[in-house]
């Protein structure tokens, strides 16, 4: 998966567009709900050297908003990360290409109803 595929999911699901709010980062692109303008995800390319994953180059991730026991559970496995920039109790970094469709489609569907309270 890509991040214009997350994108297009969420414009067709959610009616959200990305958001990118940062001359320093013109590559992070917040996803925010229409309404309480909370965010429930944050797609950024990343150097890898950033995310302790001692590789040369970068990548997309996602950060989402999940429940404290989803993300122990989660950051045991393959394609998932403690939150970069974000609290690491609440919110939780994808490895975008790492993870399949369904279940990226999954965790932003989670984060979305966390957030919309």
Known sequence: MEREEIFAYVNQKY???PEYLWKKYPSYAVLRHQD???WY???MEVARKNLALGESGSEDVMDIKMMPDEIDA??????FLPAY??????WLSVRISQVPTSENHQLIDASYQLTNK
Do not use: A, I, Y
């Open 15 to 17: 009616h959200s567009q």
């Open 41 to 43: 995800g944050l797609v």
């Open 36 to 38: 309480n303008r909370k």
């Open 85 to 90: 920039h974000m609290n690491k109790d609440n």
């Open 74 to 79: 989660l950051q045991k496995m393959n394609g």
